[in-house]
């Protein structure tokens, strides 16, 4: 199956400079959506926009950091100035971190101000853009990791993703709007712009990642991670058309590890 061309959508994509932000941003571009692209890397963002327009296609890049409200309120009164309408947002931005019931208080508060608060910005502000323009699908990025070892913090903050999902799903659906999320598993990713801590890894940190990678490919039935373009396409089905019919979910794409 192949998703139609949607050139009249568009779509605000956070976190979309690097990953599988990026994937979904130039798949969304793809297909003749406008792009807006969120993130806090603006070199990245900007370069990336500006490779959607050679192609021939329509991107912009708005900095923000989804854990600040106020800045994701104004990347999408931006995107509303710029385009007056919101059909699809991909609520990418994310940190993903090691760490048990123990961790430092300061790994637990950025798991859940970014992951969680984050995810909750976007969508409060995303949901009422929707309103106005007649309707439209959200889609979070949640985890498998919300059973998996050695993240408490951050399979927390994905439990909540998933619930505010299917909650806001409940409240949303008479709007027309959709809400659903993928639920990751391990993924292929090339180097991080911004590692997840400026210091290196301490001698645990490195047996607590090895942990979950040996846990990744052992809960997977596939035995191996996935791909971005894997992920990207699973997160495009859901913004798009051709998922009609489909609202509240939380797809796992883990190669068979439902989390």
């Known amino acids: 199956m192949s998703i139609k061309s949607q050139d009249s959508k568009v779509a605000i994509v956070s976190g979309g400079a690097s990953g599988m932000g990026k994937a979904v941003a130039q798949q969304f571009a793809g297909l003749g959506a406008r792009v807006v692209i969120s993130d806090l890397i603006s070199s990245s963002g900007e370069a990336l926009a500006a490779s959607i327009r050679d192609a021939g296609g329509e991107a912009i890049f708005v900095a923000a950091n989804v854990a600040v409200e106020d800045e994701v309120e104004k990347l999408v009164a931006t995107t509303l100035e710029r385009y007056g309408r919101l059909d699809w947002a991909a609520n990418m931005a994310g940190v993903a971190q090691a760490g048990g019931l123990f961790c430092p208080k300061s790994a637990r508060d950025l798991a859940m101000s970014v992951n969680a608060m984050g995810t909750f910005h976007c969508v409060t502000a995303e949901a009422r853009a929707m309103m106005r323009s007649g309707g439209g699908a959200i889609v979070n990025v ?99 058309d051709e998922a009609s019919y489909i609202t509240g979910v939380s797809l796992p794409v883990g190669g068979g590890d439902l989390g």
């Open 142 to 240: 949640s985890s498998v990791a919300t059973r998996g070892v050695n993240r408490v913090p951050y399979g927390a903050a994905k439990g909540g993703v998933n619930a505010l999902t299917a909650c806001l799903a409940l409240e949303t659906a008479g709007s027309g709007i959709r809400v659903n999320a993928t639920a990751p598993g391990g993924t292929e990713a090339p180097p991080r712009r911004i590692p997840r801590n400026s210091q290196p890894q301490s001698d645990q940190e490195r047996v607590w990642y090895q942990q979950i990678v040996d846990q990744t490919l052992d809960s997977s039935l596939m035995k191996r991670y996935g791909s971005i373009d894997e992920q990207a396409g699973a997160i495009l089905f859901l913004a798009s």
